[in-house]
């Protein structure tokens, strides 16, 4: 067999042989009708591995008939940069022809060497596509940014998984279609499962299983699915996915309702199943702000230092400080007025028209506005009233402090000094 990894031969070369992420090249979405229209701009593609960002950049530059140069920016500099540039300059000028940079892992590079494109995006020389698994507005400078359009990548549903893998099995071409290999429905569903979303993940733990595995007397590679859990290195899980959510449900319900047993046993029987105890420890950040809140805030911090503990002590050792938090959490005392609060500014912020800012406390105030002056709060001991929310929102109270744990104490300022 080709030494080339499967993924990367199956890499799709068309928009047609392209999986998943519908909601940028789908019919009639945007990126789709600007590469149709041979319109496609400097973009950055941002999501997590395996989900197909390096494919449609080839795909865009085979499909523009443009010339298609990569850099990695770990190993890649600023003259790497620029030779790339003098050469696309040339080959516009003489052949006519656009030249694609991709440049993968585009958050390292560093100011200078983003600035060192910055002129041959703005004047067209290049057409720049970053790929990256960070968010680009806080990962990258902002120039960089401001010129690119940016396409956030989902991981790939377990069908476009799936499809993949079997388009894999049956290729005599790029794929796997030569050989004579018997692989069940079980081991399948076990390598998308634990794939993911990434989709490279799964087409190479399909080809080391593939490779690894002898031909029985008859000639036969039969995958099965301890052969699949091997090779994606992975313990499957001893239940379905309708009992993993249900078990997951469980778990976060136990914690609403204060039941510290029944929320640490959900938790290692999730663990023994084979699930990700970071899946267990976001879940549980978010219900410390959605359940508990400002009744004991102590909650955010310990299921915070929890998740840290278990990507650095690793298992079993992670496992007893999300112990800790989980007990913590489940005991502490309860309230939701965190994310009533956060729905209710959110449904203003989402359906009040003029919000304008008021002049006091805009950056550089109007001089023609009010002549209300901003009251800095230290010159008044810390707290002085005055008016922050715009004029239709000004009597608008969104967080209500509940009558539990230390919340209950809570007396908010702007109620003191009516």
Same mark, same amino acid.
């Given at each position: 067999?080709?030494?080339?990894?499967?993924?990367?031969?199956?890499?799709?070369?068309?928009?047609?042989?392209?999986?998943?992420?519908?909601?940028?090249?789908?019919?009639?979405?945007?990126?789709?009708?600007?590469?149709?229209?041979?319109?496609?701009?400097?973009?950055?593609?941002?999501?997590?591995?395996?989900?197909?960002?390096?494919?449609?950049?080839? @795909?865009?530059?085979?499909?523009?008939?443009?010339?298609?140069?990569?850099?990695?920016? $770990?190993?890649?500099?600023?003259?790497?940069?620029?030779?790339?540039?003098?050469?696309?300059? &040339?080959?516009?000028?003489?052949?006519? &022809?656009?030249?694609?940079?991709?440049?993968?892992?585009?958050?390292?590079?560093?100011?200078?060497?983003?600035? =060192?494109?910055?002129?041959?995006?703005?004047?067209?020389? @290049?057409?720049?596509?970053?790929?990256?698994?960070?968010?680009?507005?806080?990962?990258?400078?902002?120039?960089?940014?401001?010129?690119?359009?940016?396409?956030?990548?989902?991981?790939?549903?377990?069908?476009?998984?799936?499809?993949?893998?079997?388009?894999?099995?049956?290729?005599?071409?790029?794929?796997?279609?030569?050989?004579? @290999?018997?692989?069940?429905?079980?081991?399948?569903?076990?390598? $998308?499962?634990?794939?993911?979303?990434?989709?490279?993940?799964?087409?190479?733990?399909?080809?080391?299983?593939?490779?690894?595995?002898?031909?029985?007397?008859?000639?036969?590679? @039969?995958?099965?699915?301890? $052969?699949?859990?091997?090779?994606?290195? &992975? &313990?499957?899980?001893?239940?379905?996915?309708?009992?993993?959510?249900?078990?997951?449900? =469980?778990?976060?319900?136990?914690?609403?309702?204060?039941?510290?047993?029944?929320? /640490?046993?959900?938790?290692?029987?999730?663990?023994?199943?084979?699930?990700?105890?970071?899946?267990?420890?976001?879940?549980?950040?978010?219900?410390?702000?959605?359940?508990?809140?400002?009744?004991? =805030?102590?909650?955010?911090?310990?299921?915070?230092?929890?998740?840290?503990?278990?990507?650095?002590?690793?298992?079993?050792?992670?496992?007893?400080?999300?112990?800790?938090?989980?007990?913590?959490?489940?005991?502490?005392?309860?309230?939701?007025?965190?994310?009533?609060?956060?729905?209710?500014?959110?449904?203003?912020?989402?359906?009040?028209?003029?919000?304008?800012?008021?002049?006091? /406390?805009?950056?550089?105030?109007?001089?023609?506005?009010?002549?209300?002056?901003?009251?800095?709060?230290?010159?008044?001991?810390? %707290?002085?009233?005055?008016? %922050?929310?715009?004029?239709?929102?000004?009597?608008?109270? %969104?967080?209500?402090?509940?009558?539990?744990?230390?919340?209950?104490?809570?007396?908010?300022?702007?109620?003191?000094?009516?």
């Amino acid at each position: 067999m080709d030494n080339t990894p499967l993924a990367e031969r199956m890499r799709p070369k068309t928009l047609d042989d392209f999986y998943g992420q519908k909601h940028i090249v789908g019919e009639n979405m945007l990126l789709r009708r600007a590469i149709k229209m041979g319109q496609i701009g400097s973009c950055i593609f941002y999501g997590p591995p395996g989900t197909g960002k390096t494919t449609l950049a080839n @795909i865009i530059a085979n499909t523009l008939n443009g010339n298609f140069r990569k850099l990695n920016a $770990v190993s890649s500099g600023v003259s790497d940069a620029k030779e790339i540039i003098e050469e696309a300059r &040339k080959n516009r000028a003489i052949y006519g &022809k656009q030249t694609y940079l991709l440049l993968d892992e585009c958050h390292r590079w560093s100011k200078a060497q983003s600035d =060192s494109v910055l002129s041959a995006i703005e004047d067209g020389s @290049i057409i720049f596509i970053g790929s990256t698994t960070e968010n680009p507005f806080t990962s990258m400078t902002r120039a960089i940014v401001s010129r690119c359009r940016i396409f956030e990548f989902k991981p790939l549903s377990d069908e476009d998984v799936k499809k993949a893998m079997k388009r894999a099995l049956t290729d005599k071409e790029n794929g796997l279609g030569n050989l004579n @290999i018997d692989i069940s429905d079980e081991a399948i569903n076990h390598l $998308v499962w634990a794939s993911s979303g990434d989709v490279r993940m799964a087409l190479n733990s399909l080809e080391l299983a593939v490779k690894t595995t002898p031909p029985n007397e008859n000639g036969v590679i @039969i995958i099965d699915k301890e $052969v699949a859990e091997q090779s994606i290195q &992975k &313990k499957a899980l001893s239940i379905d996915e309708t009992q993993y959510y249900d078990l997951l449900s =469980s778990f976060c319900k136990s914690i609403r309702g204060s039941d510290t047993d029944a929320a /640490l046993y959900y938790s290692q029987r999730l663990i023994l199943a084979g699930c990700d105890p970071l899946i267990i420890a976001r879940r549980l950040i978010a219900h410390c702000s959605e359940d508990i809140g400002m009744a004991d =805030s102590n909650a955010l911090l310990l299921a915070t230092s929890a998740m840290f503990a278990v990507q650095n002590l690793g298992l079993p050792e992670g496992l007893i400080p999300l112990s800790h938090a989980i007990i913590y959490a489940c005991e502490a005392e309860k309230s939701n007025s965190v994310i009533t609060a956060m729905n209710a500014a959110k449904a203003d912020a989402e359906n009040v028209k003029d919000d304008e800012v008021l002049n006091h /406390l805009k950056n550089h105030p109007s001089i023609n506005g009010p002549k209300t002056q901003y009251k800095y709060p230290h010159d008044y001991g810390g %707290y002085v009233k005055q008016q %922050y929310l715009p004029n239709k929102l000004k009597d608008r109270i %969104y967080y209500v402090p509940s009558k539990n744990g230390k919340e209950k104490n809570l007396v908010r300022k702007k109620f003191m000094f009516k």
